[in-house]
């Protein structure tokens, strides 16, 4: 048998085409649209482009809807290899950004940044990006109060088995379905989300402005961006019913006066009571009190999904829920406790033993430089600009080439209008890509990549005892080639190819990963098969023991032996380090601080959108693909309004809707949900940004959210994106409907 393997699940390849492995109880939506995305014509790049205003000189300007010039792999790797050359002489290569965030495709040999860091490093280096668009704020926030890396965390969460077994209360804040569980980095074969909720015995409370973001739980309907005062409630309940934990605050955690005196009022005279939260999180005083009660009586766990903290100050709501779950005492007790990001992957809370597979080595960046990665526009609009990150004062870098590969920042970033105004700033840019995204339209050189469908690799993942040789399924569509191929054709040209290929081909490379990863197990007491049995078997289940887990019980069984990393060692419900950085939009303990923008304090008519995690597609991935293209509205994505929030609007079901603020606006269809919020509207992301001019204005036309949201960090603190927090209007749209581009590719001229 013959297999592949995505970031949503892994597959049996049968006369070309694909079927989940039947082991997996719940095959993702996802899968459904990858094969029809890869062979689709219209949308993939066949041949290598470049944009024509760059090759006639205009440095950049017009990069937003030109036409390009398809040349050869010989024209497009010298072209790419003297640009880097030349930037790197005229300004060092501190000027070229190879951030290149995004998701890329499962596979561990054609991994595209990993390929693409691996050639940089050898070019001389390039300015980096740090943290995710995932959890920022958690990776900045958690050092400072678990004394870990949030991955560490992360992988030592309680496991499931212990959650549907101890746990008589699961209080999910941004719930937990098998939506969002539908993929696991690097690739998975079992999706078990929905049955570990199934198995639950007892209560489940979806905190969320959605019903449908937990199947079968309680609903408490929370005003978006508002997690923070309520946790403060809750814990303001528990203090003065005197239901909190004293000796675990006194044991395990350091600062708790301070929190104290701050749930109190003491510090500035305002209580963070079940009635001052109320009407901030427009949800009932006494339910407030009677949650915290029920907490105090049950056993409890707090998740926090990683979405809540996707918002102006993000920090706060996984500080206040780790501040909740401590004074409920139940941290380090089985299927009790804290936890952050539950549902939000599927790898969450597994039990299996993790591997830490090797990749193939990247060598060192001779750049010392970098940004948190959601401050990219910033970066290229204010070079030279001074910015707070962490404690630190940092200087943006005057980037003069981006080099992407693996990422789509015209579907991940916030304002896209805004990102395309400093995205005419850099001199060149570079793209690796499969299909003709808004990133590729907007880029110089355009290098068409294949798809894991059209090449050979190996499928490792840490969480998951499955390992996948994946077989090719259909050949490369036009002129596409793998992103390891592209890199060693420009290596050529700058002299680099030996030293990037260490004279391997795939196939050793292939085996070189086999055998070090052979080798890391074997020292673990497991065995692989030889690469050879591998490729003919297709599959191997690794025979990792269930290390069922209890998130910091260590710590906990002894707090002396087994100290925290961070400053008291404990728990910091107070953080002296970070109040010492004298942050006004992250102070030293956890509140509540009101967001950018809220319906709190919204004009009339505007609305929260919600831009989550796409049933149909891997963010912008599959969007060109059968699930998704069949899932829109006159081919626009659609978007859920409750029933009387339309009707107040004289928006029917079915119609085209103009939603739009002072960033942008954008074009989608409707659906009515009478289980979202009245004042809520939900748009999912990933719909490939298309831009056009309507009636002189810019705007999205295709429905995707990010044309709407706001770029700015969740605080000077982590600076991480906040795609959660957006208030939109929306209206019929009563205009012809715009054609649409994305489908298919931009328009090609002779030079
Ligand atoms: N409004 C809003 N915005 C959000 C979010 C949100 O909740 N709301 N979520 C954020 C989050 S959590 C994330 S992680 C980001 C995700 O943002 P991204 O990870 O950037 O999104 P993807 O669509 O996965 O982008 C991957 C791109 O790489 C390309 N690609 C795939 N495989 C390969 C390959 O092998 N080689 C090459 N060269 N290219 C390849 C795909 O075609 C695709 O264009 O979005 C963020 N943006
Ligand atoms: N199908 C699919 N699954 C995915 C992905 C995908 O693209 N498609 N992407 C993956 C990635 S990269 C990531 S990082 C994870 C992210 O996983 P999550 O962060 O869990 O995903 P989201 O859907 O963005 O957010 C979860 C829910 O939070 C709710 N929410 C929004 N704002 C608030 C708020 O202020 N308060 C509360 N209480 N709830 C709020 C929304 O209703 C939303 O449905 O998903 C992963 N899983
Ligand atoms: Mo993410």
Same mark, same amino acid.
Request: proline share 5%; with cysteine; aromatic share 8%.
């Given at each position: 048998?013959?297999?592949?393997?995505?970031?949503?699940?892994?597959?049996?390849?049968?006369?070309?085409?694909?079927?989940?492995?039947?082991?997996?109880?719940?095959?993702?939506?996802?899968?459904?649209?990858?094969?029809?995305?890869?062979?689709?014509?219209?949308?993939?790049?066949?041949?290598?482009?470049?944009?024509?205003?760059?090759?006639?000189?205009?440095?950049?300007?017009?990069?937003?809807?030109?036409?390009?010039?398809?040349?050869?792999?010989?024209?497009?790797?010298?072209?790419?290899?003297?640009?880097?050359?030349?930037?790197?002489?005229?300004?060092?290569?501190?000027?070229?950004?190879?951030?290149?965030?995004?998701?890329?495709?499962?596979?561990?040999?054609?991994?595209?940044?990993?390929?693409?860091?691996?050639?940089?490093?050898?070019?001389?280096?390039?300015?980096?990006?740090?943290?995710?668009?995932?959890?920022?704020?958690?990776?900045?926030?958690?050092?400072?109060?678990?004394?870990?890396?949030?991955?560490?965390?992360?992988?030592?969460?309680?496991?499931?088995?212990?959650?549907?077994?101890?746990?008589?209360?699961?209080?999910?804040?941004?719930?937990?379905?098998?939506?969002?569980?539908?993929?696991?980095?690097?690739?998975?074969?079992?999706?078990?989300?929905?049955?570990?909720?199934?198995?639950?015995?007892?209560?489940?409370?979806? #905190?969320?402005?959605?019903?449908?973001?937990?199947? =079968?739980?309680? /609903?408490? +309907? !929370?005003?978006? %961006?508002?997690? $923070?005062?309520?946790?403060?409630?809750?814990?303001?309940?528990?203090?003065?019913?005197?239901?909190?934990?004293?000796?675990?605050?006194?044991?395990?955690?350091?600062?708790?006066?301070?929190?104290?005196?701050?749930?109190?009022?003491?510090?500035?005279?305002?209580?963070?009571?079940?009635?001052?939260?109320?009407?901030?999180?427009?949800?009932?005083?006494?339910?407030?009190?009677?949650?915290?009660?029920?907490?105090?009586?049950?056993?409890?766990?707090?998740?926090?999904?990683?979405?809540?903290?996707?918002?102006?100050?993000?920090?706060?709501?996984?500080?206040?829920?780790?501040?909740?779950?401590?004074?409920?005492?139940?941290?380090?007790?089985?299927?009790?406790?804290?936890?952050?990001?539950?549902?939000? #992957?599927?790898?969450?809370?597994?039990?299996?033993? =993790?591997?830490? /597979?090797? +990749? !193939?080595?990247? %060598?060192?960046? $001779?750049?010392?430089?970098?940004?948190?990665?959601?401050?990219?526009?910033?970066?290229?609009?204010?070079?030279?600009?001074?910015?707070?990150?962490?404690?630190?004062?940092?200087?943006?870098?005057?980037?003069?080439?981006?080099?992407?590969?693996?990422?789509?920042?015209?579907?991940?970033?916030?304002?896209?209008?805004?990102?395309?105004?400093?995205?005419?700033?850099?001199?060149?840019?570079?793209?690796?890509?499969?299909?003709?995204?808004?990133?590729?339209?907007?880029?110089?050189?355009?290098?068409?990549?294949?798809?894991?469908?059209?090449?050979?690799?190996?499928?490792?993942?840490?969480?998951?005892?499955?390992?996948?040789?994946?077989?090719?399924?259909?050949?490369?569509?036009?002129?596409?080639?793998?992103?390891?191929?592209?890199?060693?054709?420009?290596?050529?040209?700058?002299?680099?190819?030996?030293?990037?290929?260490?004279?391997?081909?795939?196939?050793?490379?292939?085996?070189?990963?086999?055998?070090?990863?052979?080798?890391?197990?074997?020292?673990?007491?497991?065995?692989?098969?030889?690469?050879?049995?591998?490729?003919?078997?297709?599959?191997?289940?690794?025979?990792?023991?269930?290390?069922?887990?209890?998130?910091?019980?260590?710590?906990?069984?002894?707090?002396?032996?087994?100290?925290?990393?961070?400053?008291?060692?404990?728990?910091?419900?107070?953080?002296?380090?970070?109040?010492?950085?004298?942050?006004?939009?992250?102070?030293?303990?956890?509140?509540?601080?009101?967001?950018?923008?809220?319906?709190?304090?919204?004009?009339?008519?505007?609305?929260?959108?919600?831009?989550?995690?796409?049933?149909?597609?891997?963010?912008?991935?599959?969007?060109?693909?059968?699930?998704?293209?069949?899932?829109?509205?006159?081919?626009?994505?659609?978007?859920?309004?409750?029933?009387?929030?339309?009707?107040?609007?004289?928006?029917?079901?079915?119609?085209?809707?103009?939603?739009?603020?002072?960033?942008?606006?954008?074009?989608?269809?409707?659906?009515?949900?009478?289980?979202?919020?009245?004042?809520?509207?939900?748009?999912?992301?990933?719909?490939?940004?298309?831009?056009?001019?309507?009636?002189?204005?810019?705007?999205?036309?295709?429905?995707?959210?990010?044309?709407?949201?706001?770029?700015?960090?969740?605080?000077?603190?982590?600076?991480?994106?906040?795609?959660?927090?957006?208030?939109?209007?929306?209206?019929?749209?009563?205009?012809?409907?715009?054609?649409?581009?994305?489908?298919?590719?931009?328009?090609?001229?002779?030079?």
């Amino acid at each position: 048998m013959k297999y592949t393997a995505a970031h949503w699940g892994t597959y049996e390849i049968h006369d070309n085409d694909l079927k989940p492995v039947g082991d997996d109880p719940a095959p993702s939506r996802i899968g459904k649209g990858w094969l029809s995305a890869s062979c689709n014509l219209d949308s993939r790049i066949l041949r290598p482009a470049i944009r024509k205003g760059w090759l006639e000189g205009d440095g950049g300007k017009d990069r937003l809807d030109d036409v390009f010039v398809e040349v050869s792999w010989d024209e497009a790797a010298t072209r790419v290899a003297e640009e880097l050359t030349r930037i790197g002489r005229e300004h060092g290569n501190g000027a070229i950004y190879g951030g290149s965030y995004g998701w890329a495709s499962a596979g561990r040999f054609h991994h595209a940044q990993s390929q693409l860091k691996r050639f940089l490093n050898l070019a001389g280096g390039f300015v980096r990006a740090r943290e995710t668009y995932s959890h920022a704020a958690g990776e900045v926030l958690i050092p400072h109060i678990l004394g870990m890396p949030q991955g560490d965390f992360q992988d030592q969460m309680t496991s499931w088995e212990h959650i549907t077994e101890h746990c008589t209360l699961l209080v999910a804040f941004g719930g937990i379905s098998g939506r969002p569980a539908q993929v696991a980095s690097s690739g998975t074969a079992k999706h078990h989300t929905e049955n570990w909720l199934r198995q639950m015995k007892g209560r489940m409370i979806n #905190v969320s402005p959605q019903k449908s973001d937990m199947p =079968n739980a309680e /609903w408490v +309907s !929370i005003r978006p %961006g508002t997690d $923070a005062a309520l946790m403060l409630a809750l814990c303001h309940t528990l203090l003065v019913e005197g239901l909190h934990d004293e000796a675990f605050l006194t044991r395990y955690t350091s600062g708790w006066p301070k929190l104290c005196a701050y749930l109190l009022g003491e510090s500035d005279g305002q209580t963070r009571s079940a009635d001052w939260a109320a009407p901030i999180c427009d949800v009932d005083a006494e339910a407030i009190r009677q949650l915290a009660r029920d907490m105090a009586s049950s056993r409890t766990m707090i998740n926090v999904a990683w979405g809540v903290q996707r918002t102006d100050h993000g920090e706060q709501p996984i500080w206040a829920g780790l501040a909740l779950a401590s004074m409920l005492g139940q941290i380090g007790k089985p299927g009790t406790g804290y936890g952050f990001g539950y549902g939000c #992957v599927a790898s969450i809370g597994r039990s299996t033993k =993790n591997v830490y /597979w090797p +990749s !193939i080595p990247q %060598g060192r960046n $001779a750049v010392d430089d970098f940004i948190p990665v959601a401050r990219v526009t910033d970066m290229l609009l204010h070079p030279g600009e001074r910015y707070a990150y962490n404690g630190t004062t940092r200087t943006y870098p005057d980037i003069r080439m981006v080099v992407w590969s693996g990422g789509n920042p015209y579907h991940h970033h916030q304002d896209l209008l805004r990102l395309e105004k400093g995205w005419q700033k850099p001199e060149t840019v570079v793209v690796f890509e499969q299909g003709w995204t808004a990133t590729a339209r907007r880029s110089d050189i355009v290098l068409p990549a294949t798809t894991p469908l059209e090449r050979t690799d190996i499928m490792l993942s840490k969480t998951e005892p499955t390992l996948i040789y994946m077989s090719p399924v259909h050949a490369p569509v036009g002129e596409a080639k793998d992103d390891h191929e592209i890199l060693k054709l420009i290596a050529a040209k700058m002299g680099l190819e030996k030293a990037f290929t260490e004279g391997k081909s795939q196939e050793d490379w292939l085996r070189w990963l086999w055998d070090q990863s052979s080798a890391l197990v074997a020292g673990q007491g497991m065995e692989l098969p030889d690469f050879e049995s591998f490729r003919q078997q297709g599959r191997f289940n690794l025979d990792k023991d269930e290390e069922t887990r209890i998130a910091l019980a260590d710590f906990i069984s002894d707090p002396v032996a087994h100290p925290l990393g961070t400053e008291s060692g404990r728990i910091t419900l107070f953080n002296e380090k970070i109040a010492a950085f004298g942050l006004d939009d992250c102070p030293g303990h956890p509140a509540w601080l009101q967001p950018v923008e809220s319906t709190l304090d919204a004009p009339q008519g505007a609305l929260h959108m919600i831009s989550a995690q796409s049933d149909t597609r891997l963010h912008s991935q599959n969007d060109q693909g059968s699930e998704s293209l069949g899932s829109k509205i006159e081919g626009r994505e659609v978007c859920r309004l409750h029933p009387d929030t339309a009707a107040e609007r004289g928006i029917a079901e079915g119609a085209i809707v103009r939603l739009f603020n002072s960033r942008g606006a954008t074009l989608a269809g409707v659906a009515f949900d009478g289980d979202l919020r009245r004042d809520c509207i939900a748009l999912q992301t990933g719909a490939w940004f298309d831009a056009a001019e309507v009636d002189g204005v810019r705007m999205d036309i295709h429905g995707n959210p990010n044309a709407l949201t706001i770029d700015k960090g969740t605080s000077s603190l982590a600076q991480g994106n906040i795609g959660h927090t957006a208030l939109v209007f929306v209206e019929p749209w009563t205009k012809p409907l715009p054609p649409l581009k994305v489908s298919k590719a931009p328009d090609f001229v002779e030079r």
